[in-house]
């Protein structure tokens, strides 16, 4: 018998009675708490601030942010609410700057602009509606094709949060997770805790037990060691961005995993990278050019306010890494499965 569904309750950006609600995942495990965002500009401070995070749903909160922007800027009286937007878009846009989903979900915005003079607030909260609904149809399909790439496992190790919490409402390499889990087809998930922001231990290890999955919450250095008494078979990661040749920018410490799954003399362990097609940037050549975003020392040094290193040491805070592609068993998206990416085949993807 399979095990019950493998939906998600967790919705961490969604319309409601004309304004973005958000599930502010700072505050996670502890609260489960809903703030209620009226402007582009307050949308682009909780992208920036990590109240909503994750590659996808900050795409789809900027897209909701697009539609704050147009009914500011018409209730504002202007005469040409497409010219008076794009400051408005470009302070969006600017929130955080390695997820390209970001600037792939405002271009699709822009490209209704034209199209919807009528009620451009209406046509436009239509268009992030439908971005909301096709990630989550997009991670459903990955989930049944990332599952079928697997097989049956007892355990598979991800880091950070590419789930529910991370997307539209479904998960990435936490759609493959709960594809897998569903069929009765893994035993365990091991979640890597991901310093410094906690993304693993979370949110990850929140949104896998609230659905009732089993998680095993681990330091980031354990992961070597598992790998190493063969408890792993699959690394399953979310991706920020895809180089046109295949390296993929994804939280920091998953360039780390998959040097030790993937090491010839080592562990013989599979990586798998689950993204949807709005994460690939055919205009950035390899990885060497993806912009990775440092965030404040304080992360690092402070935990909830409160210092865990001297003052006077210094800090260090890139909060993502590049994978290179040669490292990759496989990418799964919505359109299919690429096997050992490279340029060529995800070319003959993306052209799909
Ligand atoms: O800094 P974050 O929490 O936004 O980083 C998120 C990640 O790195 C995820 O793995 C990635 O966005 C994929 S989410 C489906």
């Known amino acids: ?60 909160a900027a897209a909701y942010g697009v539609v704050l922007a147009v009914r500011q800027v018409i209730n504002a009286g202007s ?97 493959v997770v709960r594809s897998l889990y569903a069929k009765q087809h893994l035993a365990m998930v091991y979640a890597c805790e991901t310093r410094p922001w906690l993304q693993g231990s979370r949110l990850t290890a929140w949104e896998l037990s609230i659905d009732q999955i089993p998680v ?27 180089a046109a040749n295949g390296d993929v920018a994804n939280k920091i410490g998953t360039y780390a995993h998959a040097v030790c799954a993937r090491h010839p003399r080592h562990h013989g362990v599979r990586f798998m990278v689950v993204a949807p097609t709005s994460t690939f940037d055919p205009q950035t050549a390899s990885g060497k050019q993806i912009p990775i975003e440092v965030r404040d020392g304080r992360e690092l040094t402070h935990f909830r306010g409160r210092p865990i290193a001297p003052v006077a040491a210094h800090s260090h805070n890139p909060v993502f890494d590049v994978t290179p592609a040669d490292l990759i068993d496989c990418i799964v998206t919505e359109k299919g499965v690429i096997q050992r990416p490279d340029q060529a085949k995800i070319q003959a993807l993306l052209a799909r």
């Open 1 to 60: 018998m399979n095990h019950p569904s493998p939906d998600s309750r967790i919705r961490p950006v969604s319309w409601v009675n004309g304004v973005v609600e958000m599930l502010d995942q700072r505050l996670l495990p502890e609260q489960e708490t809903y703030v209620r965002l009226q402007t582009s500009h307050e949308i682009a401070g909780a992208i920036h601030d990590m109240v909503v995070r994750g590659a996808p749903a900050i795409g789809i």
């Open 79 to 175: 005469a040409d609410w497409q010219t008076a937007i794009e400051p408005l878009m470009q302070q969006l846009a600017e929130a955080r700057p390695t997820a390209v989903n970001l600037h792939w979900a405002i271009t699709r915005m822009r490209r209704r602009f034209t199209e919807v003079t009528d009620d451009p607030e209406a046509g436009l909260l239509a268009e992030a509606r439908a971005i909301q609904a096709e990630d989550v149809e997009a991670n459903r399909r990955m989930g049944e094709l990332g599952a079928a790439v697997i097989g049956r496992v007892d355990a598979v190790l991800t880091h950070c949060n590419a789930g529910a919490l991370a997307t539209g409402g479904y998960g990435t390499a936490l759609g």
């Open 216 to 242: 095993t919450l681990i330091a980031d250095s354990v992961a070597a060691t598992l790998m190493q008494a063969g408890k792993i078979s699959w690394v399953i990661v979310g991706a920020d961005r895809i």
